[in-house]
């Protein structure tokens, strides 16, 4: 193997964060896409979302590759290999948040609740995505206090899902089980828990980004867990 020049080096790093954030704009559309679907009741849209699930993995797998490379080539220390290795460890958390873009369009293929408003999510899903959102930026300007932010913000999300989950079991405990199929009440049910954690997955997936933008520009492993 022979090393790049270091000018090289340096635009291949710049290259590296720019490509992640493209990736990241790509995720976040998707989020935002499946969450259109299940308050719409969309399908067509909801199928686009999990088709581009294969691109948004496709760049995952190039963009490692390119982590791989630099570390392989350049052998980067302190600063740098934080980077690097932060920027690997992030991709890994865009790809699941893109999983879970897809999971939510697949529920949202299953129709419209006949339990709970779909719509009754979309502020989560709104929280969520604005928290992914902010995380991604806080990436792209090495920014500490927003990562910090991010994670004091999580636990406000969480409350909000379990509020919704407490509310799901509500609607289904006042049901009138003569007025609705059981099976599909069952399956509203199920469906709508299942929605609520993958948007507090979201949130959480929104911290580990925050967490390892943190180490990357200050070493402060305050927020790894």
Not at 20 to 27: D, F, H, L
Not at 128 to 149: G, N
Request: proline fraction near 2%; aromatic fraction near 4%; hydrophobic fraction near 40%.
């Amino acid at each position: 193997m022979i090393a790049v020049p270091r000018e090289d080096y340096r635009e291949s790093l710049d290259e590296l964060r720019a490509d992640v954030e493209s990736m990241g704009r790509e995720v976040l559309d998707q989020l935002g896409r499946s969450l259109d679907a299940l308050e719409r009741d969309d399908r067509g849209l909801a199928r686009e979302v999990i088709d581009g699930d294969e691109r948004v993995n496709q760049q995952y797998l190039d963009l490692e590759a390119d982590c791989i490379e630099l570390i392989a080539l350049q052998q980067p220390v302190a600063s740098d290999l934080r980077f690097v290795a932060a920027s690997f460890k992030i991709l890994t958390d865009l790809e699941r948040i893109g999983d879970l873009a897809t999971n939510l369009a697949r529920y949202a293929l299953a129709g419209s609740s006949e339990v709970i408003s779909e719509s009754r999510l979309r502020g989560i899903g709104e929280t969520a995505s604005k928290q992914a959102e902010k995380a991604l930026d806080a990436y792209v300007e090495a920014d500490p206090e927003a990562c910090r932010a991010i994670a004091e913000r999580d636990d406000d999300l969480d409350a909000s899902c379990q509020n919704a989950s407490e509310a799901v079991v509500r609607e289904l405990v006042a049901s009138e089980p003569d007025r609705w199929d059981i099976e599909r009440l069952l399956d509203d049910v199920s469906r709508l828990l299942l929605t609520v954690r993958d948007l507090e997955r979201v949130g959480d997936h929104a911290v580990n980004i925050a967490a390892r933008t943190l180490y990357m520009s200050d070493g402060d492993p305050e927020l790894i867990y």
